[in-house]
């Protein structure tokens, strides 16, 4: 079983709904991830956060907005997003902050999304 | 420009037989490697990584992967394959300038 937990593990959305997927980590790691996957393609970056502060934001469309309340908590939050955004939103966990260390990213099941 | 790559999209291999799983990659610098598996509809997990030290790694569930500086290569091995093993595998680099990147994948299919 994963050490992070991701809700909704599948959720439908219509182009104009506001959803917001959640993540929850309890390793006492510093960092997180959101990645966006297709299908059999690899995860794609687009947000780190490095002790509740975003540190990287790999030019995603503004319909995606990112929100870290706590070292434990990632939220991503939702809005007028298009059919092409259909995809796997996996979240990530690493203990380290520094770039190009050892720590390995620790993965939760994802979120299904399908827009409409 | 860093990069890793996955030569092979499909490998087949019968149960029972030696796998690989091949990965090259291209980075300045000393290389951090890692391998990860996913199984239908789950997230990525980690499998076994290399720093620095003796190049054999041993990982989970009984993979291990060989570094080789000389070839650039990091391929991920397993002495007796299963059924179970059959998945998608990605290999991934991480350097000191930015986060991890990741292979294409290949796909691991174990015949029974």
């Known amino acids: 079983d994963t050490e992070v937990t991701q809700t909704p593990k599948h959720l439908v959305m219509g182009m104009t709904n506001k959803k917001s997927l959640k993540c929850e980590q309890h390793m006492g790691h510093r960092a997180m991830y959101w990645y966006k996957q297709k299908a059999k393609k690899p995860p794609e970056l687009m947000f780190v956060?490095?002790?509740?502060?975003?540190?990287i934001n790999e030019s995603v469309p503004s319909r995606f907005s990112p929100e870290c309340p706590n070292s434990s908590l990632l939220n991503l939050h939702l809005h007028a997003l298009q059919p092409e955004d259909s995809a796997l939103y996996l979240c990530?966990?690493?203990?380290?902050?520094?770039?190009?260390?050892?720590?390995?990213?620790?993965f939760g099941n994802g979120t299904r999304l399908t827009v409409t | 420009a860093q990069s890793v790559a996955q030569p092979e999209d499909q490998v087949n291999v019968a149960e029972g037989n030696p796998l690989t799983v091949k990965c090259t990659y291209s980075v300045s610098g000393n290389p951090y490697l890692f391998w990860y598996v996913q199984y239908p509809n789950r997230g990525l997990q980690f499998l076994l990584k290399y720093i620095t030290g003796d190049n054999l790694v041993k990982g989970s569930y009984g993979f291990e992967a060989e570094f080789n500086k000389s070839q650039t290569s990091f391929h991920l091995k397993k002495p007796s394959a299963l059924v179970s093993d059959s998945a998608l595998y990605f290999c991934?680099?991480?350097?000191?300038?930015?986060?991890?990147?990741f292979g294409t994948g290949t796909r691991l299919k174990v015949l029974a």
């Open positions: 956060y490095s002790y509740e502060k975003l540190s």
């Open positions: 990530a966990s690493s203990q380290d902050v520094a770039m190009g260390t050892g720590s390995p990213l620790h």
């Open positions: 991934a680099v991480r350097d000191p300038t930015r986060e991890y990147i």
